[in-house]
């Protein structure tokens, strides 16, 4: 007897906005737990799905460009985050994946009212209804110079002393951050040095304070990562209501 065909594994939905971009440690988390990521770039071309049938969940990563920039691509991602936000299916966006949900559900995405920009690592504080269900880091690592008002309807999850809203969940399982969770050591060091004429903006830290806050942070984002992965899949399993990030059962 021929032996039975293996199971389909499930197929997360990975965009990202460079020919040269990975979804990092986020992407290996979600190979860990037996997940296909099917990986998509439609700023060079690529179509996006037309429903999530396919998909068990999408994770939108970040990019130099604007959530407000005219391209007909940014566009397509906009309305594609609506659609799973509708299909109500898991959907993380990271940086310009989270502007790009704010964009969506109608709230502003604009540069800091003074100039700044959060490129390194900086505080990051749990709200309280988030503060009890994962140990949050006390910095998390950034790359960006625009900030998202939060949407009519979301819920604030984290904040910080730049840019004030720094993560958002909106309805049962679609979350946004402003962070870069997914970074690992040999990704800052590409950003750094790929793109060290950032480190002048006003705001940001030199490349040294990179790598220094690595060491002191990276373990402590690795096991909220590692946290925060497991409840918003669960969330997305879950038909039930849950609070906040879904307390597990």
Avoid at 21 to 29: A, E, K, Y
Avoid at 39 to 61: I, Y
Avoid at 230 to 241: I, Q, V
């Amino acid at each position: 007897m021929e032996p039975a065909p293996s199971a389909r594994r499930e197929r997360i939905l990975i965009i990202l906005h460079q020919a040269h971009s990975t979804p990092g440690r986020i992407g290996l988390r979600l190979e860990q737990r037996g997940y296909e990521l099917d990986v998509r770039r439609p700023a060079l071309g690529d179509d996006l799905p037309s429903s999530m049938a396919e998909h068990a969940g999408a994770v939108v990563f970040g990019g130099p460009m604007s959530a407000n920039d005219p391209h007909p691509w940014i566009r397509r991602e906009v309305d594609f985050v609506g659609m799973v936000m509708a299909a109500d299916k898991p959907l993380l966006g990271v940086c310009l994946g989270a502007q790009l949900m704010a964009v969506q559900l109608g709230a502003r995405v604009a540069r800091h009212g003074e100039g700044l920009s959060e490129i390194g690592y900086y505080p990051v504080r749990p709200t309280p209804s988030a503060e009890g269900v994962l140990p949050w880091p006390s910095h998390v690592y950034h790359w960006h110079s625009e900030g998202f008002d939060l949407p009519t309807g979301a819920e604030l999850l984290a904040c910080g002393d730049v840019f004030p809203n720094q993560a958002f969940r909106h309805g049962r399982c679609a979350y946004g951050i402003q962070f870069h969770p997914e970074v690992t050591h040999e990704m800052m060091c590409r950003w750094t040095i790929r793109g060290a004429e950032k480190l002048g903006l006003p705001g940001a830290q030199p490349g040294e304070a990179h790598l220094e806050g690595w060491s002191r942070y990276d373990p402590a984002i690795c096991r909220w990562l590692t946290g925060f992965l497991d409840l918003w899949l669960e969330r997305g399993r879950d038909t039930a209501p849950a609070p906040c990030l879904a307390a597990r059962a």
